[in-house]
């Protein structure tokens, strides 16, 4: 049988993605000490283990995924814990694995969002507040839609660092 070699990063990808589904189950939120903590020890890592150029690949990959989840966080559709989740694990995981584990993380979230929406009877409303949004932004451009926002809608919430999680599995298992 063939032995897996986990790397530190992969590691605390793991770990850091686990912590944050147990707070995210448990309180619908992800501590600021989580994402943060976890993004600045990515970058000590790097910058330990490869100097300059270490700390400049943690930071890549802490922008990159901090910008692919920013803009649903505007819009109001996604958690700012969220946002700074995927940022700490691209940290740990570089700008290239960063991009890749939000792929893996949006289909992830796509496949829940409709799990949960199809157990708990939204999936017909949701599918309607989907076109809705997309005929909101044709005339308005794209912008919040006040009545179906994280903060006003009405259906089930997903704790998002589940799909995160799922994603960085995904990521690292066909990396």
Do not use: H
């Not at 700390?55 to 700012?80: E, H, Q, R």
């Not at 940290?91 to 829940?112: K, M, Q, S, T, Y």
């Not at 999936?123 to 006003?152: C, D, H, I, K, Y």
């Amino acid at each position: 049988m063939a032995s897996v070699a986990w790397s530190s990063p992969d590691v605390a990808v793991l770990v850091t993605s686990l912590a944050a589904c147990v707070t995210d189950l448990m309180s619908r939120r992800i501590p600021n000490v989580l994402t943060f903590g976890a993004s600045g020890a990515a970058l000590v890592f790097w910058t330990w283990t490869a100097g300059l150029s270490g700390f400049g690949l943690g930071l890549a990959g802490w922008v990159v995924g901090c910008a692919l989840f920013l803009p649903w966080f505007i819009l109001g559709g996604m958690g700012a814990g969220d946002v700074k989740l995927l940022a700490a694990l691209g940290a740990w995981l570089g700008p290239r694995d960063a991009l890749w584990l939000a792929l893996c993380a949006g289909l992830a979230g796509g496949v829940f969002g409709v799990a949960v929406s199809l157990v708990t009877g939204y999936f017909r409303e949701s599918v309607s507040n989907l076109w809705g949004l997309l005929m909101f932004w044709r005339v308005a451009g794209v912008q919040p839609l006040p009545e179906l926002t994280l903060a006003s809608a009405r259906g089930p919430r997903l704790p998002y660092a589940i799909p995160i999680t799922v994603g960085a599995v995904t990521m690292l298992w066909l990396r």
